[in-house]
């Protein structure tokens, strides 16, 4: 696939607003929303009085704050402290949730920048309950014991270093978003540099600039997450490696590995016991 073919043009690019929700009181402690997010929509920028715990339990986000921009998968969620601005919308279309969390509760998390965690599965079902229940009278004390067990949860939560740094320029999404859609792409800098309008110097000092990453990291970090978010998606281990351009599932495993620290059948199991950041 070649970059001049594939690359988004200008009017795939506009992304259009969701209107965010007005009015509404501060949560006490905790309170869930759902929604829907469509392929390339996003709420405009903005800020809350209180926490913010941003995830989906299917599809990818993309998470823009002051600070730096990134995408997450439904392993991943995204911690927003109070008065953090920020901006939350999906590529491809997400099943939103979104936890609205009282500023006096303490989390243990950092309270002023965005931090990215890992997701259970005893959360991920607890937040999917929290949700069911949400608008339904209560009963026994049953929301209270679920909330109580999502702060639990939150409290316990380790800070990860997975996440995919995104860009800002319109230049740089273009690419990015071009080669998320195929990981394969072998597509040389000279290509992508011409195509852009700029030399493979400016090119490689922006990317560095915008994610952090050199481009060739950056392609291989994107490799692993969308290696995790296709075995999440429940794609066997040698269609993903297909999926992401390796030449067998054996050199997969062992990039993975070097990596994460275990195997992809392990890390999906959540036996992570040995990868680097935890």
């Not at 009181?25 to 929303?33: D, F, I, N, T, W």
């Not at 050199?251 to 935890?278: C, K």
């Amino acid at each position: 696939m070649h970059f001049k073919t594939t690359v988004c043009s200008d009017r795939q690019m506009n992304w259009d607003i969701i209107e965010a929700p007005h009015g509404i009181a501060s949560p006490q402690p905790l309170k869930v929303r759902a929604q829907s997010i469509p392929a390339r929509h996003s709420f405009p920028e903005h800020a809350h009085d209180w926490h913010q715990m941003v995830y989906a339990i299917s599809g990818v986000l993309t998470v823009n704050t002051q600070t730096g921009s990134f995408v997450i998968s439904p392993e991943q969620a995204a911690w927003l402290p109070t008065g953090l601005s920020h901006k939350v919308g999906s590529m491809y279309g997400a099943e939103f949730r979104s936890l609205w969390i009282s500023d006096r509760i303490p989390s243990g998390l950092p309270a002023d920048q965005a931090t990215l965690f890992g997701v259970s599965p005893l959360l991920k079902a607890l937040i999917i309950e929290a949700t069911r229940i949400e608008d339904e009278q209560e009963e026994a004390g049953y929301a209270s014991r679920i909330t109580q067990l999502i702060l639990d949860q939150l409290r316990r939560a380790t800070p990860i270093s997975t996440a995919l740094p995104w860009p800002r320029s319109q230049g740089l999404m273009r690419l990015c978003e071009t080669l998320y859609a195929d990981p394969a792409d072998t597509t040389e800098m000279e290509t992508w540099a011409k195509t852009l309008g700029m030399s493979e110097r400016t090119l490689a000092r922006r990317f560095l600039n915008e994610t952090g990453f050199s481009l060739r990291t950056w392609r291989r970090r994107l490799r692993l997450f969308r290696a995790i978010e296709l075995l999440g998606g429940g794609l066997d281990v040698t269609r993903t490696a297909l999926e992401l351009g390796y030449g067998s599932t054996s050199a997969f495993i062992y990039a993975f590995r070097q990596e994460l620290g275990s195997s992809p059948q392990a890390y999906m199991r959540g036996d992570t016991s040995s990868a680097p950041g935890n």
